[in-house]
């Protein structure tokens, strides 16, 4: 077993997994990893939860990192190993500046290439919504990055003196029959129509009907729009795990 630990801009995932199947989740606010104390406290939650034979971190917040790594060391007596471009993980990282690749999109890339083949892309509804392409020969080339629904929520409220802070979620109406109602129709319909456009543009420029799959936590809003093939919350994850096994072959 192993602790994939994937640390996002909003909140770090941990799960605990035997191949590609989730024992234990374990939520927490990633800017309490600031905090060298709470930290600790983290990882030592973690090792109550099991111990293990490794962990694997997938980072886009570079500033935990420090206390990430030290926690982990401290309590589970193992180096934890963080991903990035040059990790061995069975895809190639065909970019400009693969430094700047996020952890997170080469996990998604390894976790598509692996279960769904290639060519394939992968939309991850995060705190950013991001678009990653594995390309016909099996290598990472890029995608493309927006702002999150959430974020986009939050942009209208403070930027703008009358527009309340609103939950996001699915909406049948393009008419909006009040502020609330609007943003709604506003930032769901946006999101299909940007995805829609966005997956149109890229299948022409790979030349090929890739299929695409939606992740990320907003993914179970776009279940049944038909843009996806696949819908899966945790691709991350198992991105992360594989790249584990890869590592340790």
């Not at 061995?88 to 080469?106: F, I, S």
């Not at 692996?114 to 950013?128: K, L, N």
């Not at 129509?193 to 990320?216: C, F, Q, S, V």
Request: net charge positive; with cysteine.
């Amino acid at each position: 077993m192993i602790w994939a630990v994937l640390i996002g801009n909003t909140r770090t995932v941990s799960a605990l997994m035997r191949g590609n199947s989730i024992l234990e989740k374990e939520i927490v606010p990633t800017v309490a990893l600031k905090s060298a104390k709470a930290a600790r406290l983290w990882a030592k939650k973690l090792e109550k939860l099991s111990k293990v034979e490794g962990i694997v971190v997938a980072s886009v917040v570079p500033p935990v990192d420090k206390n990430v790594g030290k926690s982990l060391r401290k309590v589970f007596g193992l180096k934890p190993h963080f991903v990035t471009h040059k990790t061995p993980m069975g895809v190639k990282v065909k970019v400009k500046k693969p430094a700047q690749v996020g952890a997170d999109r080469l996990a998604n890339a390894v976790a598509a290439k692996e279960f769904y083949g290639s060519p394939v892309i992968v939309v991850d509804y995060g705190t950013g919504t991001t678009f990653d392409v594995v390309d016909g020969s099996g290598a990472y080339c890029g995608g493309a990055i927006l702002p999150g629904l959430g974020i986009s929520v939050r942009a209208l409220h403070e930027f703008t003196a009358k527009i309340p802070l609103i939950k996001f979620e699915k909406v049948s109406f393009a008419v909006g029959r009040t502020t609330e109602e609007a943003v709604r129709s506003g930032v769901y319909h946006g999101a299909i129509g940007t995805t829609k456009e966005l997956l149109y543009r890229i299948r022409k420029e790979l030349k090929k009907n890739a299929p695409a799959i939606a992740t990320g936590g907003f993914c179970e809003v776009f279940k049944n729009t038909g843009l996806f093939r696949y819908v899966e919350p945790d691709l991350t994850l198992k991105g992360i795990a594989a790249i584990w096994r890869r590592i340790n072959a």
